[in-house]
């Protein structure tokens, strides 16, 4: 029997909720797990809940940008990774979710290719604007295996970086992602009309969220009463458009929500409106649904994919505007029932 652990790497740490299921379904298997990653100013009940996990054993550095200045924060990833590359032996598997500095973890991984899996969420980072991003390009060639964790995820890297990468990738779906170590599975039930049509991710250019900015002026949301609300912490140069919104009467909260109020949002009966320009997946999407949320989105990547594999056609937006989202909305007034069960099934079938 292989008593050997997998060492777990996620420099930046921007996915611990994904993370820690990663990890306690690997401890749940039996499996001895040594993760990598950063302290952080947010989700840092993730990283602290790690080590309760049996055979479960965190190793952090101050890495994130939200603890330490990029070049501290590559002087403690360095370091980080010269203790992985110390304790090697100990691991059968070494799997890095996300590059954090591509020249160092090179280096490492090539020592290391025997057992180098390569998690890939994005094809090429948000924003980036090539059809093929180097350092992801020259992770892949190393790596013995990639990991997808959507359908949508593999077919858009296959489709930029080649067939060739095919029969070296495998497909870890990502299961739902409660906002907290302990939150339970909250069960889908039918609801009345809804209070309010709400984004809650961080604010970043590909996301979509001038969409409200129609919303607000539009006559046909007004008349529904909707209230309309940004969650999320906005990058810099989205401020402009934040500025607009509230002149516009949307409610604004910029910035990581406590976890009782994020929690007390996730208990409204409101609609989740998920505007994405371009998404291989969503993290915010599997949060919705293990929190038994209702939520309209973009027909991009794995968005799309997962409402087409529940029937739930009528909740796409055919574009980013008001009358798209109105459509949506007279969808769900007329299916209520089925849109519900729909979730529900797709609630278990991700579990």
């Known amino acids: ?182 939150s339970p599975v909250a069960p889908y039930a039918a609801t009345g009309a809804p209070e309010a049509l709400v984004f809650w991710s961080t604010v970043k250019p590909y996301k979509g969220v001038e969409l409200f900015t129609d919303l607000a002026r539009s006559p046909a949301i007004r008349a529904r009463g909707l209230a309309l609300e940004v969650f999320g912490a906005w990058d810099q140069e989205l401020l402009p458009l934040a500025r607009e919104l509230q002149q516009l009467g949307v409610k604004l909260v910029d910035g990581y929500l406590p976890n009782d109020e994020l929690l007390a949002l996730l208990a409204r009966n409101v609609v989740f409106v998920l505007p994405y320009r371009a998404a291989s997946q969503s993290g915010a999407m599997y949060a919705l649904l293990n929190h038994g949320r209702l939520f309209i989105c973009s027909d991009v990547g794995d968005l799309g994919a997962f409402m087409r594999r529940y029937g739930l056609e009528g909740l796409l937006l055919a574009d980013r505007t008001a009358e798209s989202v109105e459509r949506c909305l007279r969808y769900l007034d007329a299916n209520r029932e089925a849109v519900t069960a729909a979730f529900a099934r797709a609630q278990a079938d991700n579990a």
């Open 1 to 182: 029997m292989n008593n050997k652990r997998i060492a777990v790497v996620d420099p930046g740490s921007f996915v611990l909720p994904y993370d820690y299921q990663l990890v306690k379904s690997l401890a749940r298997r039996g499996q001895g797990v040594d993760f990598y990653g950063s302290r952080t100013r947010y989700n840092a009940e993730f990283l602290e809940a790690m080590p309760a996990l049996p055979g479960v054993t965190v190793r952090a550095a101050g890495i994130s940008s939200t603890v330490a200045p990029r070049w501290r924060g590559a002087l403690a990833y360095i370091g980080l990774l010269a203790k992985l590359l110390w304790n090697s032996r100990r691991y059968s598997a070494v799997n890095l979710q996300f590059s954090g500095f591509w020249p160092a973890e090179w280096l490492v991984m090539r020592l290391l290719s025997a057992k180098f899996d390569f998690t890939v969420h994005n094809a090429v980072p948000h924003g980036f604007a090539g059809e093929q991003h180097g350092p992801t390009l020259r992770l892949a060639r190393l790596a013995r295996r990639l990991v997808f964790v959507s359908d949508a995820t593999r077919e858009d890297f296959m489709r930029r970086y080649g067939e060739g990468f095919r029969s070296k990738s495998e497909i870890r779906p990502h299961g739902l992602l409660p906002v907290t170590p302990d």
